[in-house]
T-cell receptor, first 116, second 116 residues
Framework: GAVVSQHPSRVICKSGTSVKIECRSL??????MFWYRQFPKQSLMLMATSNEGSKATYEQGVEKDKFLINHASLTLSTLTVTSAHPEDSSFYIC????????????FGQGTRLTVV | GESVGLHLPTLSVQEGDNSIINCAYS??????FIWYKQESGKGPQFIIDIRSNMDKRQGQRVTVLLNKTVKHLSLQIAATQPGDSAVYFCAERDRGNGGSQGNLIFGKGTKLSVKP
């Protein structure tokens, strides 16, 4: 299958700072990217959906000013957690999909964010 | 809608036995279902998928069964191996909002533990 690379895999940051997570599709053009958050022993919860060149669509309860998503190219989307707090500590996972509704979505390796 | 649990159900099986993991999905309009395997600290890995016009699909050592009447999905793993130990999630494709985004809604997940 296609490859989606997520970076970094782990990051520790101080409370109040911002952290940027990158999601790259390495061998296909990702028209749509999805960002998920997963707390320990829980399922993946969709945070937002972004289409290349458009503003992201955020799920209910997700603060768009806190979780900034940029999808400026067909191979890169970034999620920036601004003014991070300990409760933002979680596992963040991106997923990328090519052109077409029926196209399979591929997942990145995930990023473990710890805010201290 | 999405479901979140405080803990994951666990299925413990003996190596070589068959495993059956069950999932109840929420939206009768969902047309596409996927099973994912997630190992600790990693992103979800695609196992097998099925469309709503089918009730069974087989892969290598895995079979997915779909019962639309009761909105139930199951994953059968034949001759379970220690390497199958992971958390398994079912996902349904959300056709809400006109189906334009096609994002996935994940189930709660089941932890499969294989005893050697």
């Amino acid at each position: 299958g296609a490859v989606v690379s997520q970076h970094p895999s782990r990051v520790i940051c101080k409370s109040g700072t911002s952290v940027k997570i990158e999601c790259r599709s390495l061998d296909f053009q990702a028209t749509t990217m999805f960002w998920y958050r997963q707390f320990p022993k829980q399922s993946l919860m969709l945070m937002a959906t972004s289409n290349e060149g458009s503003k992201a669509t955020y799920e209910q309860g997700v603060e768009k000013d806190k979780f900034l998503i940029n999808h400026a190219s067909l191979t890169l989307s970034t999620l920036t957690v601004t003014s991070a707090h300990p409760e933002d500590s979680s596992f963040y996972i991106c997923s990328a999909r090519g052109q077409g509704f029926n196209t399979e979505a591929f997942f990145g390796q995930g990023t473990r964010l710890t805010v201290v | 809608g999405e479901s979140v649990g405080l803990h994951l159900p666990t299925l413990s099986v003996q190596e070589g036995d068959n495993s059956i993991i069950n999932c109840a999905y929420s939206n009768s309009a969902s047309d596409y279902f996927i099973w994912y395997k997630q190992e600790s600290g990693k992103g979800p890995q695609f196992i097998i998928d099925i469309r709503s016009n089918m009730d069974k699909r087989q892969g290598q050592r895995v079979t997915v069964l779909l019962n639309k009447t009761v909105k139930h999905l199951s994953l059968q793993i034949a001759a379970t191996q220690p390497g199958d130990s992971a958390v398994y999630f079912c996902a349904e494709r959300d056709r809400g909002n006109g189906g334009s985004q096609g994002n996935l809604i994940f189930g709660k997940g089941t932890k499969l533990s294989v005893k050697p």
